[in-house]
């Protein structure tokens, strides 16, 4: 079975640091994807980035960067120089992608709930 | 613009009474899922559907039902709602085949009294 593992469930920094939300995945399969979701204090559900299994290259949108590891079964997402409007739940997710496109739902974690002080 | 909408956003009801969640989604996706979110659990998948007269049972299924009809939409009925059943419930849709990339509805905060 599919797993995400968001070890950290809150973090709170003062704006302009860095912040590195962690997120950790269990899966069975050799071809799955990878997202990140935003869920702001207004409660609905933004995405943010999708990833596949055979594409490991770093990304890097804005202030917003992943990296992605296979090796280590980690996606994690990275805010530079944060602002208070990226206070929100984070969420990782996982899905297995299976030949003959079968299986599309997502496994999510937890959430990390980042604080971003002025 | 093509969106997902639930309704209702809010309701408050009794333990034992039947409740139905409305979702639906004007993209034309073939795949459809409620999830709940609670403080702890993040999101956990309720049912899903991956096209019309199509329904599959999630993680937490159990009190809960759906019935896909059209392609629009997926209602979600709570049998016999219970305590246990407060939630925010939150429907999604997703057209891709491969890589299973969700739009959210806006949630519907469901109190069981």
């Known amino acids: 079975a599919q797993k995400v593992t968001q070890a950290q469930t809150e973090i709170s920094v003062v704006e302009k640091e860095d912040v590195t939300l962690d997120c950790v995945y269990e899966t069975r399969d050799t071809t799955y994807y990878l997202f990140w979701y935003k869920q702001p204090p207004s409660g609905e559900l933004v995405f943010l980035i999708r990833r596949n299994s055979f594409d490991e290259q770093n990304e890097i949108s804005g202030r917003y960067s992943w990296n992605f590891q296979k090796s280590t079964s980690s996606f994690n997402f990275t805010i530079t120089a944060s602002q208070v409007v990226d206070s929100a739940v984070y969420f990782c997710a996982l899905s297995e992608a299976r030949r003959g496109g079968s299986n599309y739902k997502l496994t999510f974690g937890k959430g990390t709930l980042l604080t971003v002080n002025p | 613009d093509a969106e997902i909408t639930q309704s209702p956003r809010h309701k408050i009801t009794e333990t034992g009474r039947q409740v139905t969640l409305a979702c639906h989604q004007t993209?034309?996706?073939?795949?459809m899922f409620w999830y709940r979110q609670d403080l702890g659990h993040g999101l956990r998948l309720i049912h899903y559907?991956?096209?019309?007269?199509?329904?599959n049972k999630g993680e937490v299924s159990d009190g809960y039902s759906v019935s896909r009809s059209n392609t629009e939409d997926l209602p979600l009925t709570l049998e016999s709602a219970a305590s246990s059943q407060t939630s925010v419930y939150f429907c999604?849709?997703?057209?891709?085949?491969?890589?299973?990339?969700?739009?959210f509805g806006e949630g519907s905060r469901l109190t069981v009294l």
């Open positions: 999604a849709s997703s057209e891709s085949r491969v890589t299973g990339e969700l739009f």
């Open positions: 559907s991956y096209g019309v007269q199509d329904t």
């Open positions: 993209w034309n996706h073939n795949n």
